[in-house]
């Protein structure tokens, strides 16, 4: 629980600060190790921060100040067809992170965060097949290797990769 929060707290204030860079995804002990679980919860993490950092919009439409009017302080919000149209751009639905009432996560097993995520990295790194690069994305990264080889004296490798 602990390195969620501080995983969260060190992702989010620096975003918010506007800090275009989080560094340090599924690393622990300062550094000292990294967890593909937790480079997993992270990775939710940091779509959550994403998420936050979009705000949300302020117009004359997204206020909707008539429809205040005519539902009135004690009315029901949830039922009105503006309250579905926008609600549905800014509610999460994140991965791994179970929002099920306890009866309802116990039913389906009752399985905890570190759980799921390590079950997630297993998944992904016994089933990710990324798609290959292009043909000229390949030859771009050759010619920056080779420029860099040759600006700096480094001695060509005989095989290709």
């Avoid at 639905?93 to 097993?109: H, K, S």
């Amino acid at each position: 629980m602990q390195a969620g929060l501080e995983k969260a707290m060190t992702m989010l204030l620096p975003a918010l600060a506007g800090a275009n860079l989080i560094y340090g995804l599924g690393m622990l002990e300062m550094g000292l190790t990294l967890s593909f679980s937790q480079m997993v919860i992270d990775n939710e993490v940091a779509q959550l921060v994403r998420k936050v950092l979009r705000g949300i919009p302020v117009t004359d439409e997204t206020i909707a100040a008539d429809l205040i009017q005519a539902v009135g302080a004690r009315g029901n919000f949830l039922s009105e067809e503006h309250t579905v149209k926008y609600l549905r751009g800014y509610h999460s639905q994140p991965e791994l992170i179970n929002r099920d009432t306890r009866e309802e996560w116990t039913a389906m097993g009752a399985k905890d965060l570190p759980t799921v995520a390590t079950e997630k990295a297993c998944s992904i790194i016994e089933n990710h097949k990324p798609a290959p690069i292009s043909d000229s994305s390949a030859k771009a990264i050759r010619s920056m290797i080779e420029d860099f080889e040759d600006a700096h004296n480094v001695p060509r490798q005989s095989c290709e990769f």
